[in-house]
């Protein structure tokens, strides 16, 4: 009786977004038949699954690993494709196999040690990577075509605060903002207009609005939604513009970013045991005003200064002259004399008003497009109704949704009570009882400037102009 040849049947599925029309089933009969062929056994089955976003190849450890566990195993695949979709991978992995000790058979084609076997085997290598070059370059060309020609969403997931519409047939058509998420997205980029991501993460959490995970708000949150312009009712997809409803206006994108950067703590050290660090900034370049120093033959010395001030810090940014506020600020005269100038701005009521942030308008009207996206609904429902095919009752139901969502847009954007001018007399009153007494700790100190968050513009000859938010 013949000894049996032990072998590994070798299966590859592609979990691309087109159909495989070479299946398991498939792959499996040419498999065994080629086995029967070669008198080959097949011992077990090794499959892969394999994205077209992922070229790391894990079978190609197992392959590897069968053969030290087995010297001089077989390996049967139905077809070159079935090996890789590119020849550099299809010949190295089958040249592998052959320089540890295995063989490679191709069902078809037989044993590649054969160089007869190896020459055509080479070229439906070439062949494979050619047809998955066509398929990859369909697959681009349909989603490029679907927003050049059609200005349809493309592919992929749309920004949170979206919901991607689909027409009669399934297919993705264009983005609408989600009812139950847009305002959120809204009230994010309103609160970033007029305090810093600290403060925000208090308000939101403090309003119980839901993140996109459903968690707490924190800085990721923020510099996820902050960060995407495509909320401003564009997305480019390769170089072609589609555009949709809009959450928020392209300005308002703009003014946010800008202000986000000017709240930007410049990179550097951070000493926080300095009261003031992190809460200062340079009013001629925006840049902070951080700790600095130098040694003495009496010891430290340590001060504020503007980072931008310094000649290497400056040429690290692209700057090409430093800052001209190069003050140094002692830190003991400094935390004295800009405590005292914020003291003052928070007891006096008049001084308090010019610089707490100004509250944030509501929009006066909804989106005019969706707006009349909803309006063209409602009439598309009672058409039917009008030529007399469809009862009232009918008419009312299909009509529904469109009616509830527009009521609901409008009691959003409608009308609002005028806001009250913030009593400042009563506020300063409070501050003035907590702060003239003089007992705070310099833990508390630092707790109410990040509460408030306090920013201090301070030029050579002292502070210049304070900002801050009352929670």
């Known amino acids: 009786m013949t000894p049996s040849i032990a072998a590994i049947g070798c299966i590859r599925v592609s979990t691309d977004q087109q159909a495989?029309?070479?299946?398991?089933?498939?792959?499996?009969?040419?498999?065994?038949?080629?086995?029967?062929?070669?008198?080959?056994?097949i011992i077990d089955w090794l499959e892969e699954s394999v994205s077209g976003a992922?070229?790391?190849r894990a079978a190609e450890n197992a392959y590897y690993a069968l053969l030290r566990e087995r010297p001089g195993l077989n390996f049967i695949f139905s077809h070159p494709n079935r090996v890789g979709r590119h020849v550099e991978v299809i010949v190295g992995i089958a040249r592998t196999i052959h320089q540890r000790g295995g063989t490679v058979h191709v069902a078809g084609l037989g044993n590649l040690r054969d160089a007869r076997n190896w020459k055509y085997f080479l070229r439906d290598a070439a062949d494979a990577e050619s047809d998955y070059q066509n398929i990859v370059h369909q697959l681009v060309s349909g989603k490029r075509a679907k927003a050049a020609i059609h200005g349809l969403w493309p592919h992929g997931d749309v920004p949170w605060g979206y919901v991607l519409q689909r027409?009669?047939?399934?297919?993705?058509?264009?983005?609408?903002p989600d009812p139950a998420v847009a305002p959120i997205i809204r009230r994010v980029f309103d609160l970033a207009e007029t305090m810093g991501q600290a403060r925000m993460q208090q308000v939101l959490n403090a309003e119980?609005?839901?993140?996109?995970?459903g968690g707490r708000w924190a800085t990721t949150s923020l510099n996820n939604i902050l960060s995407n312009s495509r909320y401003t009712g564009e997305a480019v997809f390769q170089g072609i513009t589609v555009r949709y409803e809009a959450i928020i206006t392209k300005e308002q994108f703009e003014r946010v970013q800008v202000k986000r950067a000017l709240r930007k703590r410049e990179p550097g050290p951070r000493d926080t045991s300095l009261l003031w660090?992190?809460?200062?900034?340079c009013p001629d370049c925006g840049g902070s005003i951080g700790r600095d120093g130098h040694k003495t033959k009496y010891g430290q010395y340590i001060y504020y200064r503007c980072w931008r001030s310094r000649r290497g810090e400056a040429a690290r940014q692209g700057l090409e002259q430093p800052c001209a506020n190069s003050r140094n600020w002692p830190t003991g005269e400094a935390d004295d004399l800009w405590w005292l100038y914020l003291v003052e701005h928070l007891t006096d009521p008049a001084l308090l008003a010019e610089i707490v942030a100004p509250p944030?308008?509501?929009?006066?009207?909804p989106p005019p497009a969706r707006v009349s996206e909803l309006e063209d609904a409602i009439a598309r429902a009672w058409e039917p109704f009008a030529a007399g095919k469809i009862p009232q009752s009918v008419a009312e139901r299909l009509a529904a949704p469109y009616v509830a969502e527009l009521e609901q847009l409008r009691a959003e954007y409608g009308p609002r009570p005028a806001r009250p001018a913030p009593n400042y007399a009563v506020q300063a009153a409070q501050f003035a009882s907590a702060l003239r007494g003089g007992g705070l700790t310099f833990a508390q100190r630092r707790e109410l400037l990040a509460a408030l968050d306090v920013r201090?513009?301070?030029?050579?000859?002292?502070?210049?102009?304070?900002?801050?938010?009352?929670?």
């Open 360 to 365: 944030i308008e509501p929009a006066v009207s």
């Open 277 to 281: 660090a992190g809460h200062v900034r």
């Open 54 to 56: 992922n070229h790391a």
């Open 456 to 471: 201090l513009y301070v030029g050579p000859h002292g502070p210049e102009r304070l900002s801050l938010n009352i929670p």
């Open 167 to 176: 027409d009669q047939r399934g297919r993705s058509t264009l983005p609408a």
């Open 20 to 41: 495989d029309q070479y299946g398991p089933d498939r792959q499996r009969q040419e498999i065994e038949r080629e086995a029967e062929r070669a008198g080959l056994d």
């Open 208 to 213: 119980g609005l839901p993140t996109a995970k």
